[in-house]
């Protein structure tokens, strides 16, 4: 039986893990590092901070008490904002990430660690991404990236001394019914498209766009944490092969649009038009040098992870489909129109009951 | 009908709104004359008069350099352009069979200093009238914005092809903006003045090969969706662009010219990328020298380029144009 401890338990990843693990017949008790009081039956919440240094922010006997019983940390906490500054990203990924590892080292039962990761470690890198991949001097396009990377290569260097495994997430878009808990950088987008507020994209129609359904990248880190013969390497929980290009992604979101919402179609909203990575510049540095709210909003939203689609790749899942062969990956073409209509339905308000808007 | 007023009409309802589409030969623009106020007002005096939105040096990166400011009514303007325009083309007043007079805002409708009472004393009939244009058919067109010229011009040509006996049709537009009022409008900054287009049968100079225009009334509200309007401007231009040159059978190497309405330079550099058009073939000057003059500027610019000399027989022009209303409209002129 298992003792795992969960940082990042209050994040949408955190919280799906955290729903498998609670019903998992292996796993005995659940540690959250969470910033919610209420969590659900079997967990045990504590509070911390992964940036401190010392024993994550815990205090003494909590500490104690994981070090002495974890026999797996899942490492979901993170700074996933895509417009956060580089010394905020920093400090929360790499130096959370390090206190973390630290922490781990410390533990009796030599946990096996799994570290949440983002495919997009691969920055600026174009072509064909494989697990076994990490160095590049291609770049990145936000500071987010960089860090994540940055946060593999401190795990990797400790993969020697402690069983470390990195599990790189794609773009989570909802769950396989296209369930939206929280609202992230694409749903802003698909808002903004819906309300002609985002006349370009950078990349090109072919660009790969890659997601993934939340319940499947929850399963597969579960799955590979509780694992016996799960390898200290790096596995890519993403959509791989069945990936939407980008012209794709915009017919099939616009043809939502209009199927979910018959009334929208006399708006006679263009699509957005796909453009060089300099005309996208040039048109958000336009925005913000005239300084209106309404359309600095929408680039400030596509400005951070948009760029990423000009540098067009594809990621690569052997590893994972090889350790995890009979895990069926819902196929993102039927999740994402669920998806735009649970946004429809709510408005893109999810204080309103997301379950009643996505019936 | 001749042979030489062979046309296709081509309407259909697309994804895009409503849009159609005509292909005309021999009918072409043999005349242009313009008339700007006396005054240029630089940015910074405009900035210092409060009559700018944004920081002159803002709207310089923009392209714009100052504005023209009239305090004389727009029909007055008008009536200077229009009359030039009768002198220099030496067309006989009974050969031109309509007058289309086009103002974007309601106070280019109403001639002035008629008081508040009188709200059908009209500048078209008012210009006929002194332009001794007494076989011509007058109307006023409205409710188009900075597209009001264009569209008296694709209608003029629509008039000669189904009047086969009208020779010329006169297209004005005159727009004056009341004392006080703010002189930049979504980042451009607007002159007052006037212009006079000569659109004539039998004309091989400028011949209109091709025009598409597109009406989305989604952003009939151009203060209310103001960034909508800002955002889609480009998609829709690009498309419009694409299909206007696959409607013309041409590519974008057959353009030689691409003469815009005086937008900011920034948001043409945009477009042009977004295209694939090289903004060397945009004529730009006209931006700073003479600023956005509503529904005027691409018949401002081309008869500067003309005057120039920068166009030449055959050359292909592109006109792109926006109004708020919301329509879009490029043509393909054969200079």
């Known amino acids: 039986m298992h003792i795992v401890f969960v940082t990042g338990a209050s994040g949408t990843l955190g919280e799906a893990i955290i729903e498998r693990l609670r019903v998992h017949a292996e796993v005995a008790h659940i540690f959250a590092l969470t910033h919610r009081s209420a969590v659900p039956a079997g967990i045990e919440p504590v509070w911390g901070d992964i940036t401190a240094e010392t024993d994550l922010g815990l205090d003494a006997r909590t500490a104690e008490k994981i070090r002495s019983e974890a026999t797996i940390i899942i490492h979901a906490a993170a700074n996933t904002r895509l417009s956060a500054a580089p010394p905020g990203a920093r400090h929360a990924n790499v130096g959370g990430t390090c206190n973390l590892l630290n922490f781990a080292a410390r533990c009796r039962k030599k946990p096996r660690v799994i570290v949440l990761s983002t495919v997009y470690v691969a920055g600026r890198r174009i072509g064909t991404v494989y697990e076994n991949e990490l160095e590049h001097n291609a770049g990145f396009v936000n500071a987010y990236e960089e860090s994540k990377y940055e946060a593999e290569l401190q795990a990797q260097r400790r993969m020697g001394e402690l069983p470390v495994t990195v599990v790189r997430l794609s773009t989570v878009i909802a769950d396989s019914e296209g369930r939206v808990t929280r609202l992230a950088a694409l749903h802003h987008a698909l808002r903004f498209y819906y309300s002609s507020l985002a006349p370009m994209v950078p990349g090109s129609d072919n660009s790969p766009v890659d997601l993934v359904a939340l319940d499947y990248a929850a399963k597969a880190i579960v799955r590979l944490a509780l694992d016996g013969q799960v390898l200290s390497t790096t596995y890519q929980v993403c959509g791989g092969t069945d990936c939407l290009t980008l012209r794709a992604m915009l017919d099939l979101a616009f043809e939502c649009f209009v199927r979910f919402r018959p009334a929208w179609r006399k708006r006679a909203i263009e699509r957005p038009a796909v453009v060089s990575l300099r005309t996208f510049e040039l048109f958000v540095r336009s925005v913000e040098e005239i300084g209106d709210e309404g359309l600095r909003a929408s680039v400030g939203v596509l400005k951070h992870f948009a760029p990423q689609l000009a540098y067009p790749k594809q990621f690569d899942d052997s590893v994972l489909r090889a350790a995890l062969p009979d895990l069926e990956k819902p196929v993102i073409r039927e999740v994402f129109p669920k998806v735009v209509r649970c946004l429809i339905e709510c408005g893109w308000e999810l204080t309103r009951p997301v379950e009643l808007a996505c019936r | ?335």
């Open chain 2, 1 to 335: 009908m001749s042979r030489a007023d062979a046309f296709r009409l081509v309407s259909r309802h697309g994804r895009i709104g409503c849009v159609a589409s005509i292909t005309v030969s021999a009918i072409g623009i043999s005349h242009i004359e313009y008339e700007l106020p006396s005054e240029a007002i630089e940015l910074e005096e405009l900035h210092l008069r409060g009559l700018l939105e944004s920081p002159p040096e803002r709207l310089r990166q923009f392209g714009f350099a100052r504005a023209y400011l009239s305090n004389r009514p727009g029909e007055e303007a008008a009536l200077k352009a229009a009359h030039r325009l009768m002198q220099r083309s030496r067309v006989p007043t009974r050969d031109v069979a309509a007058i289309f007079y086009a103002g974007a805002i309601p106070q280019s409708h109403t001639v002035s200093g008629c008081g508040s009472g009188n709200l059908f004393n009209y500048p078209v009939a008012q210009l006929q009238y002194e332009l001794e244009l007494e076989r011509a058919t007058a109307i006023g067109i409205s409710q188009v914005g900075c597209m009001g010229l264009n569209s008296a011009v694709a209608m003029a040509r629509d008039f000669l092809i189904s009047n086969g006996h009208a020779q010329h049709v006169l297209c004005i537009s005159a727009d004056v903006l009341p004392p006080g009022a703010k002189r930049e409008i979504l980042y451009n900054v607007i002159s007052d003045g006037a212009c006079a287009v000569l659109v004539s049968r039998g004309c091989e100079c400028n011949r209109l090969r091709y025009r598409r225009q597109v009406t989305k009334g989604y952003y009939w509200d151009s203060v209310g969706k103001k960034n909508e309007i800002i955002a889609a401007y480009f998609p829709t231009a690009q498309h419009l662009i694409n299909s206007t040159l696959e409607g013309a059978g041409l590519t974008k190497d057959d353009i030689r010219w691409i003469i815009p309405h005086n937008v900011s330079r920034r948001s043409w550099e945009i477009l042009l990328d977004l295209v694939g058009l090289p903004i060397e073939r945009l004529f730009t000057e006209n931006i700073a020298r003479v600023g956005h003059v509503i529904a005027a500027d691409n018949w401002i610019n081309l008869r500067d380029m003309m005057e120039r000399k920068l166009v030449d027989s055959s050359d292909k022009l592109l006109l792109v144009n926006f109004g708020f209303g919301a329509n879009w409209a490029c043509a393909v002129l054969e200079y």
